[in-house]
Nanobody
Framework: QVQLVQSGGGSVQAGGSLRLSCAAS????????VGWFRQPPGKERAFVAA????????NYADSVKGRFTISRDNTKNSVDLQMNNMTAEDTAVYYC????????????????????WGQGTQVTVSS
């Protein structure tokens, strides 16, 4: 069982930056792509970014390309999401997730491709 613990987040003004971290406990992220999703109030959970397990290749939603960067440190068993130049539209609860697939060269973007989820972290951007 993979357990994910999130940290970071909070409130920031438009144009500012925040960093989210996701650490695995119990079993590791080993062999699994890890993604970040977000859920604005009253809306469905949506893909933000994900990172391949082996090459650290990133996949991003169009809305965050060029502003957000996902990275992973397999030695620390953690994945971070650096968010820059933030806007009010980035306001949401953010979730990290580990995919059900192991050792697959994929970077899934669907909620249904992920089995393990963090507890969620509120991010609020004020304009």
């Amino acid at each position: 069982q993979v357990q994910l613990v999130q940290s970071g987040g909070g409130s920031v003004q438009a144009g500012g930056s925040l960093r989210l971290s996701c650490a695995a406990s119990g079993r590791t992220f080993s062999g699994r792509a890890v993604g970040w999703f977000r859920q604005p109030p009253g809306k469905e959970r949506a893909f933000v970014a994900a990172i391949n397990w082996s090459t650290s290749t990133g996949n991003y939603a169009d809305s965050v390309k060029g502003r957000f960067t996902i990275s992973r440190d397999n030695t620390k068993n953690s994945v971070d999401l650096q968010m820059n130049n933030m806007t009010a539209e980035d306001t949401a609860v953010y979730y990290c997730a580990a995919t059900k697939f192991r050792y697959a060269n994929i970077i899934p973007a669907q909620v249904s491709d992920y089995d393990y989820w963090g507890q969620g972290t509120q991010v609020t951007v004020s304009s």
